[in-house]
C-alpha cells in the first residue's frame, strides 16, 4: 500500500516560485506514474501534469509547471513558477493504479499554497 | 481537451434516499478495442484529498460501500448514492482518464 508524504505549507510572494514534495512511504515510486492535482478554493480539481512513470522520464516542464523527481529519497515535486493569487490552492500529489497513468488511487494529503503579497 | 460536464450543481437529499448524479463527455471515453469507458468517480470532503469510488465507469473500488454504483458509456455516465447515508455528504467529481490532459467534471456537492 503506496502512502504518501507531502511538505508544509508555503505562503509565497506574487512573482516567485514554489516547489512542493511528495514523498512514498513503506514504498517506492518505481513503475507507478505520479500526477500532480491542484484545488484553489471554492473551486474543482485541476490536473497539473505528470509522468509515466516519473524516474524514468526524469523532469519535464509544460508552461509554468515543472514536474521531477529523485529516486534515490523516492520523491516527486512539483514547482510552479511566476507565481500569482490564482496560484493559491492545495495541491495534492496522486498515483495512479499500476497497469493505467491517470487513474488515481492513491493521494497525498494536500499542501497548501497561498499565493499573497 | 474533453470536457466534463456534470449535474447539477449541487443536490439535497434525504437520508435513505437516492442520489444521482449526471456526467457528460465532450467526446466518447470508451476504448473501443478494450472495450472500457476511461472514466471514474471521485469523493471529496472538506479538508481530505479526494478518494477513488469508481474507474472504468462502473467498477467499484474495494471497500466502497455497494450503494454507490456508476453506469453509462460513451459520453453519457451516471453516478448512484442508492441510500444516501450522512457520511456521504461531500462533492463527488467525475474524471476522464482517456487522453491528456486529464480532465475533471466541475463538481456536484451532496448535502442532507
Known amino acids: 500500500q503506496v502512502q504518501l508524504v507531502q511538505s508544509g505549507t508555503e505562503i509565497k510572494k506574487p512573482g516567485s516560485s514554489v516547489k512542493v514534495s511528495c514523498k512514498a512511504s513503506?514504498?517506492?515510486?518505481?513503475?507507478?506514474?505520479v500526477s500532480w492535482v491542484r484545488q484553489a478554493p471554492g473551486q474543482g480539481l485541476e490536473w497539473l501534469g505528470g509522468s509515466i512513470p516519473v524516474f524514468r522520464r526524469g523532469s519535464y516542464t509544460q508552461g509554468r509547471v515543472t514536474i521531477s523527481a529523485d529516486e534515490s529519497r523516492s520523491t516527486v515535486y512539483v514547482e510552479v513558477s511566476s507565481l500569482t493569487s490564482e496560484d493559491t490552492a492545495v495541491y495534492f500529489c496522486?498515483?495512479?493504479?499500476?497497469?493505467?497513468?491517470?487513474?488515481?488511487?492513491?493521494w497525498g494529503p494536500g499542501t497548501l499554497v497561498t499565493v499573497s503579497s | 481537451d474533453i470536457v466534463m460536464t456534470q449535474s447539477p450543481d449541487s443536490l439535497a437529499v434525504s437520508l435513505g434516499e437516492r442520489a444521482t448524479i449526471n456526467c457528460k463527455s465532450s467526446q466518447s471515453l470508451l476504448y473501443s478495442s478494450k472495450k472500457k469507458n476511461y472514466l471514474a468517480w471521485y469523493q471529496k470532503k472538506s479538508g481530505q484529498p479526494p478518494k477513488l469510488l469508481i474507474s472504468?465507469?462502473?467498477t467499484r473500488e474495494s471497500g466502497v460501500p455497494d450503494r454507490f454504483s456508476g453506469s453509462g458509456s460513451g459520453t453519457d455516465f451516471t453516478l448512484t448514492i442508492s441510500s444516501l447515508q450522512a457520511e456521504d455528504v461531500a462533492v463527488y467529481y467525475c474524471?476522464?482518464?482517456?487522453?491528456?490532459?486529464?480532465?475533471f467534471g466541475g463538481g456536484t456537492k451532496v448535502e442532507i
Open positions: 474524471q476522464q482518464y482517456y487522453s491528456t490532459p486529464i480532465t
Open positions: 472504468w465507469a462502473s
Open positions: 513503506g514504498g517506492t515510486f518505481t513503475n507507478y506514474a
Open positions: 496522486a498515483v495512479a493504479t499500476v497497469g493505467t497513468d491517470y487513474l488515481f488511487e492513491h
